[in-house]
């Protein structure tokens, strides 16, 4: 007879089995093992000809418009001062969406500079992520609703469709009386003073800017989609076009909203950008998880002489799996002539492209397949050559704060954390 250590590990056993054939089936049934497309482009245009943003635009399901950048922050502390000054600007309106927010000192600030404007008779809708905030309090909801802030939840979890739950909007984007926007990548947390972490102790490098034109009324558009998704009203009487000015320049605006496997508007954008470069490519991302097509553009575009560079995060990351699975991919990188540079202050967390010193990209995208098919996320690419400017500065700066790392330190990367943990998660990462 079968003693009862015996019967216990029989049913583990089977209940093992059991698991990794449901999972077996579920990563099947997500196409995990679906046949690649290469992703092809003939004749691409250079950079500098007056068709290319027309021709980003009509491939990547984005809209042109005009507008001008009036402000650029790159540290988190001016960052969030940035944001408040922004809110006390308010006469009218207040529309923000964010991802992530946890409790802490920028979440009261933040929480304090609404409230105070909602007081004075400003109109404030709030589009808040449900599962990115999901450490703060229903108290500081109801606190805020109190003053009469209107506060949507995106997404949040239901029985009735719960694989739904894995679409974020991961977009940051805050829009004053319909007349200027803050766009960026920084959430409103005290991580980004690097004082959560043992091994991060600095500040992240982040960027936000401020912008002006025409490109205020695709924006508010774009905030309206996600706020009638949730049961908000859209009050489209105030959405009002805004006059052209010979300043401003031309600017694409890629909101990345319902991506699939198909066709994903964001990784379109990067990859055609890419393909359309003449002399350099500088990427930068946090968590840089590159398809085998992206990293085949990047080395094709190495050995066809330009200047191509990836700025990402060390292990000092938030997300150390991530890490090592990013790690992961830069084999073939390396081995193509790709400089991959970590930066060691702390966390890098600025979602940056720059093309030929000519066009940039950034806003809330990170180079990952969450981003590219599961996230609603917003970019903004444009030619304004004063943001050019502040962006190669940052890259600048950040490779100078950076190790390169080599490909001789690729192949001595752990066993455990990066071939067998980072395989792991990136298999995982790419199917949910």
Sequence with gaps: MWTVIETLLWWLAVLLIVLGTLLAVGFYLKGAWRDRIEYRVQHAPSPDESRFPHTLASITNSMITTGVVTGFWDEPPLIQQARLEAISKARHSIDFETFFMTPGRRANDFAAAIAERATAGVKIRLLIDSYGTKKIAKQYWQRLRATGVEIVFFNPFTWKAPLDYAGRTHRKLLIVDGKFALIGGAGISDLWDGTEKDD??????????????????????????????????????????????????????????????????????????IICARKRIWL???????DLDSCELLVASK????????????????????????????????AGGVEIYEY????????????????????????DPRSFFHNEELDILTADPQLVENIKSVFEKGFAQSVRVSLSDWQQRSLWRHRILGNLVNFVQWQL
């Design 200 to 273: 991060d102790t600095k500040p992240w490098l982040d960027i936000e800017l401020c912008l002006e034109g025409e490109i205020i009324f695709l924006l508010e558009g774009i905030f309206f989609q996600h706020w009638t998704f949730g049961g908000g009203v859209a009050d489209l009487e105030r959405l009002l076009f805004p006059s052209s000015s010979a300043e401003h320049h031309l600017m694409i605006v890629t909101p990345g909203a319902n991506p699939s496997y198909r066709f994903s508007p964001i990784k379109a954008l990067k990859q055609n950008s």
């Design 344 to 367: 060691q202050p702390s966390m890098i967390h600025a979602k940056m492209l720059l093309i030929d010193d000519r066009w940039v990209a950034t806003g809330s995208t990170n180079f």
């Design 284 to 290: 930068a991302s946090p968590y840089f998880l590159p």
């Design 303 to 334: 050995k066809d002489g330009l200047d191509v560079r990836v700025l990402t995060t060390s292990d000092r990351s938030d997300k150390k799996p991530v890490y090592y699975a990013s790690y992961e991919h830069y084999g073939p990188l390396l």
